[in-house]
């Protein structure tokens, strides 16, 4: 990638700028700025989760560098559904903000809330809210107009966002899918957004431009997962997402209609569906959940399992359950297993090997590849075409996914008769600015440089530690102790010699040994007045005993040189 | 898992004894034994991908603990194919079993040999081979007939075998796929072995038992490739597979019908195509392929680079080339990227960013979701029903996938109507026994601890090596260096640290200085008597920090405590 020309401060001037943050790969997903003069609007602040590169690191978090100095400017904090990558860095981000105002749907702040109160209890309470109660309320930030519109997702709650000024109309309806036939609500309708001031500038999630197979309909999806749990000669258990709170709740809802009983459980399943119930989104009667330690209680045939850890996560519950580590469900040749979730890019062995785990404890274990048991939350390039008909916006920015689906969803656009100089692919960070609806993408870009969360570090995990990480992973380390005269120069005893990672010492003992002789004769031979230099040392022995363990092994281990004077 | 019983003696018997053996997920796949009394056929010695979790591991090799003592029973290897799971281990288990003899078709026999001269150079003369030369040949081996049949897969001269004994028949295509309409060669059919004699069991590729999807016929790919090809504005760049050697013969040949040059990249990819051209399976005219530094001598519209990388690799051709770093192919906008593989799983999300940066550089990116440009060398459901009834076997062992895939095909052929008895699902180190024609799985199986290959080490890593890589690659490292007066058990000066993966040591200052305060006041505290003892004192350096660094940073890097006396 050529280097980027990177601004902190772009002059404020009399216009809209529109500037996608977040994450990397997925364009805007986690974060977008807004900004008129003085007033700024936030979408989101969501996490996205680590590359296979980015050993140890917990999530990365938008980059908010562009926003410092200008905290005050920020008149609200919009979020548009409750998922993680559009809330996660609420946490962290709203206090380095100033703790800003939040608006959001019911559910959506109330999943804030959690999150806020996992990161540190008791300071919920301190968050500005405003609860959006009816979808079709209007609201005034600075010389933002607000109003809000109902999407399809796999979480209620769910809304797109229209942002009005007099330099253009930013319809943006985040995260979305076109459910054709819904269970339990009205189909959504996107054509009053074309009757909305011109210009207006249609921010569209690209994820399914390259998506040419029909997604799976709801409708056939719950009616597939109602007919296993109606027919299971034994219990059920179900691994998904605690995000697919929809799902979750049409489960619950099912077992309880036909009596049978529910447990929950992993941590954030148990809090979302609480969370759900408490707003009334959920509807279940005091004894139709049970806790997980009553299962025994109960007939098989009358028991449904929900829990989370359908990716493989290790320590996640059902992989505690296949790998027979559970404190009260133990799986049996009648169990029916029910893996309901779509497969996270990069999670396809571990997933694998809990699926093989699963078919041998199991004679009923079904997933996507056997059955339609899961229904994509997202749109195909069919939904995005039916879309871009219904808004005919004057501006598209396909948005929320990588580069090339971007570039795809253009060439979608362009086929439908699209003028292609009023589509704009950006990169996280570029400035898309109107001026009296013409618009005018900047040369610039602001910082969007990872900033990694470890731990309880943000931000403190540079590419140095990365690299090291890297290195580490691949072929471990050795640490060399010489201990030095610090008069003579001379080394004084044998050197001692640690290592992790690279071989395994008890069975290594003649690698040990040699690589300890090579040291002391390295030493031996030098000059006693050069060794005085601890670091002269240090670097003499790396070099030496990194070039000595390659030609034995072929591998390239760290080397620590540790010189001790006495 | 429950612990297996494993057994490397098993009493010789007049049986034939089939023993999958090979990586570990896909039964089979890269090696299987065939006894009968004192004799021995292997078929195929292949390699393993790592999985995520095994950092810095290079590939795993077929356990042959059950071999050992046994090699002068081994008649012969068969080897079905030339691909890297089928031949990759090779040099290092023929020079372990005693240099046994070697059959296989002209192509497959050749890439093994470049495997071993790659391994050791002047070596590869010493195999002692077989050349099936006409795919009609009978051979004996001890008590063995073997024969063998053409099969589709994505290289040329791969074989399916047979193996008889009075005890039964096995059949065995190895990878296979079943093209309806071949390109160039004949259709492959299987009924001719429903007439061998009974009892015959069908050993059979089972990575397709969930596809329902119809695979892309080769003669589609090869018209799309061939459209593409002649279209191209400019340059057109195929990245590959090295061992889709069918596929790059075709786009060899047809760029030379059409009077375009074609330059190879990558190493296997020149070596597996000059290894083909001299066996004549790849016909040429000398000035049709050129090197790769002379492609600024002809016009761009004339030119066809065909290199490796398709996985996203981070040192292979295709990065290179995408990365700016290529020593002669730099990419223009009017070049055509052709991205023509499959997605080995787990290398998702690398591709999704080589796939980002490709669309940044040209605007015609074309890779499977696109167009059809890959067709797989293996099979589906549908072909796999067909060829159980072409066969119609009285024994059926779906191999070569994991576990679940297995327990599919076994349901598949439960609903063709064979009788579920007559089926075996095995693991690897299973032993199913023959005698008369009567199965029998052993409740005992043969060892199939992973064999780890990293640099020149075979079999030297260990569980614990990759627990610590794991540790390592999590939070890093961190040693602290005490010294200590032999005499007194006081420490002598401050205590020394370093880290590497753990924070960034520059910017973490006052950490690295409270946990040294943290050491110091710890061994100060001590009884003095009892910090004589250098591993009393190293453990309790190691809780205490851990402790004390987990509180501050919530990560727990390995400790590594070294105490030097003085």
């Known amino acids: 990638m050529p280097a980027k020309q990177q601004v902190t401060q772009v002059p404020i001037t009399d216009s809209l700028r529109i500037i996608p943050l977040g994450g990397q790969e997925e364009v805007g997903r986690n974060m977008t700025v807004f900004e008129y003069g003085t007033d700024i609007l936030l979408l989101d602040m969501g996490v996205q989760f680590p590359e296979e590169d980015m050993l140890g690191i917990d999530y990365i978090i938008p980059n908010i560098e562009y926003l410092r100095g200008k905290e005050r400017n920020i ?30 749907r019911p559910l959506t702040l109330a ?38 519109f109902p999407v399809d997702h796999s979480i209620m709650d769910a809304v797109g966002v229209v942002i009005s000024t007099p330099h253009g109309t930013v319809i943006h309806p985040g995260d979305w899918t076109f459910e054709k036939d819904p269970v339990g609500r009205r189909n959504v309708e996107y054509s009053h957004l074309a009757r909305l001031p011109r210009p207006t500038i249609l921010m569209l999630e690209s994820l399914g431009s390259t998506s040419v197979h029909e997604r799976v309909p709801e409708r056939t999806m719950y009616r597939n997962l109602e007919h296993i749990i109606n027919a299971a000669p034994g219990r059920v258990i179900i691994g998904t997402f605690s995000s697919q709170i929809e799902r979750i709740k049409h489960v619950l809802e099912y077992a309880q209609s036909i009596g049978k009983k529910v447990a929950l459980d992993g941590y954030s399943m148990k809090l979302n569906v609480e969370t759900a119930k408490k707003l009334g989104y959920i509807k279940m009667k005091k004894d139709a959940l049970i806790g997980i330690e009553r299962i025994r ?51 396809e062995r571990t997933i694998q090997r809990l699926k093989d785990n699963m078919y041998r404890l199991s004679d009923n274990v079904i997933h996507s590849d056997i059955m339609d048991i899961h229904s994509s939350g997202h749109s195909t390039a069919d939904d995005m075409v039916a879309v871009l008909k219904q808004i005919r916006p004057d501006y598209f920015l396909p948005v929320y996914a990588n580069h090339y689906f971007l570039k795809e969803a253009e060439k979608l656009a362009v086929k439908e008769g699209f003028a292609k100089q009023n589509i704009f692919v950006l990169d996280n960070g570029s400035i898309l600015e109107f001026v009296k609806g013409s618009p005018r993408l900047q040369p610039m870009k602001v910082p969007t440089d990872y900033v990694f969360v470890d731990g309880l570090g943000i931000g403190d995990i540079s590419h140095v530690v990365l690299r090291d990480r890297q290195t580490l992973a691949g072929d471990g380390m050795v640490v060399i102790i010489v201990t030095v005269d610090r008069k003579t120069g001379d080394i004084v005893g044998d050197p001692d010699i640690i290592s992790r990672g690279f071989v395994h010492m008890k069975t290594s003992k003649k690698l040990i040994d040699d690589t300890k002789k090579k040291v002391k004769l390295l030493l031996k031979d030098a000059d006693p007045r050069s060794q005085a230099n601890d670091n002269y040392i240090g670097n003499k022995v790396r070099d030496a005993v990194g070039q000595f363990l390659f030609s034995k092994t072929n591998r390239r281990p760290m080397i620590l040189p540790v010189v001790i004077d006495v």
Chains 1, 2 share one sequence.
């Open 297 to 347: 209680d109960y007939p098989d045939r009358q028991l449904i399992v929900i829990c989370t850890g359908a990716q493989g996560e290790s320590n996640a519950v059902l992989s505690r359950i296949i790998n027979g580590n559970h404190r009260f469900v133990h799986i049996t040749k009648s169990d029916t297993i029910i893996f309901s979730s779509s497969v996270i890019p990069g999670n």
């Open 75 to 104: 008149r609200a904090v919009i979020f548009s559904h409750g998922h993680l990558d559009h809330i996660g860095a609420a946490p962290i981000l709203l206090e380095k903000l100033g703790n800003p105002l939040i608006i959001g």
């Open 111 to 148: 999943l804030i809330k959690n999150r806020q109160e996992d990161s540190k209890k008791g300071t919920a309470k301190r968050l500005k809210t405003i609860t959006i109660k009816n979808v079709n309320e209007r609201f005034k930030f600075g010389k933002f107009s607000v109003s809000f």
